[in-house]
C-alpha cells in the first residue's frame, strides 16, 4: 500500500545541514545525500550534509 520503490520521495535517513544545522529527511544519492523537497541544497545554499542519529 505504501510501498515506496517507485515514488522516489520516501527519506532513507535524517540529514543535517553542514553550515547551518537545518535538518532535512534525505535520500542517500551516490556519494552525498538529496534533501527531499529541495534542488540539492540547503535553504542557506550550502550542499554538504551529515547523518543525524535520530531514534
Ligand atoms: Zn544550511
Given at each position: 500500500m505504501d510501498d515506496?520503490?517507485?515514488?522516489?520521495?520516501?527519506?532513507?535517513?535524517?540529514?543535517?545541514?553542514?553550515d547551518c544545522n537545518s535538518t532535512y529527511p534525505a535520500q542517500r544519492a551516490g556519494d552525498g545525500f538529496r534533501p527531499i523537497g529541495t534542488d540539492g541544497t540547503c535553504d542557506c545554499g550550502n550542499d554538504e550534509f551529515e547523518t543525524i542519529d535520530a531514534d
Open positions: 515506496d520503490s517507485d515514488t522516489g520521495g520516501s527519506p532513507d535517513v535524517i540529514v543535517g545541514c553542514t
